[in-house]
């Protein structure tokens, strides 16, 4: 399977500002997701970075908070936007097959302040 | 949209025992059905999945049973080890390879801490 990587692995930061995290896949891949797990809590899906459109956000999350973006087919980035404590979360990035399978990056752990 | 319900949260048993893991759905268009195990600071990694033409599914020590009719599917797990112990989730999607079109995101039960008492 493909080796996800995330940057960066771990940040903390102060209410108010951003932070981009990267995603990298070794291999091109059509489907990317992004999902966030808040603290002792189930994974839930973000938003949707296919390669050659717009990404696809779930109920509850917006463009202007978590702008993505998705260059080429084996990188894409999320935007956490001017950020509070309850975005205090590990943020992870899937990569998706054509038989549905997705694997996970190993996350980056955010912490706001 | 999909909604993913998972029992027990919390599931302790003796090493050696069997334990199993159950999970609702309420998209009868979901069509793939993932498990992934979590220990603790890691990255859930996917232990098994089963899609809606197959009923069950066996990997050695690890099955997972799906019920289309009544949309629910089970984990078990047999002659469980310490190294059991970690949180399960189970999942569903729609779309992908059996549909023709790209996979959509997974939707999460809660999850399950399996507790494997020596």
């Known amino acids: 399977s493909a080796v996800i990587s995330q940057k960066p692995s771990r940040d903390i930061c102060q209410r108010g500002t951003s932070l981009t995290i990267q995603c990298q896949v070794d291999?091109?891949?059509?489907?990317m997701f992004w999902y966030r797990q808040q603290p002792g809590q189930s994974l839930t899906l973000i938003a949707t970075a296919n390669q050659g459109s717009e990404a696809t956000y779930e109920s509850g999350f917006v463009i202007d908070k978590f702008p993505i973006s998705r260059p080429n087919l084996t990188f894409s980035t999320l935007t956490v936007s001017n950020m509070s404590p309850e975005d205090s979360s590990i943020y992870l990035c899937t990569v998706g097959t054509n038989y549905n399978e997705q694997f996970f990056g190993p996350g980056t752990r955010l912490t706001v302040l | 949209g999909e909604n993913v319900e998972q029992h027990p949260s919390t599931l302790s048993v003796q090493e050696g025992d069997s334990a199993v893991i159950k999970c609702t759905y309420s998209?009868?268009?979901?069509?793939?059905f993932p498990w992934y195990k979590q220990e603790l600071g890691k990255r859930p990694q996917l232990i098994i999945d089963?899609?809606?033409?197959?009923g069950e599914k066996k990997d050695q020590r690890i099955a997972v049973t799906l019920n289309k009719t009544a949309k629910h599917f089970s984990l078990h797990i047999t002659e469980t080890q310490p190294e059991d112990s970690a949180v399960y989730f189970c999942a569903a999607s729609s779309g992908g390879f059996y549909s023709g079109g790209g996979a959509d995101g997974l939707t999460f039960g809660k999850g399950t801490h399996l507790i494997i008492q020596p």
């Open positions: 089963i899609r809606s033409n197959v």
């Open positions: 291999s091109q891949v059509t489907m």
């Open positions: 998209d009868s268009a979901s069509n793939y």
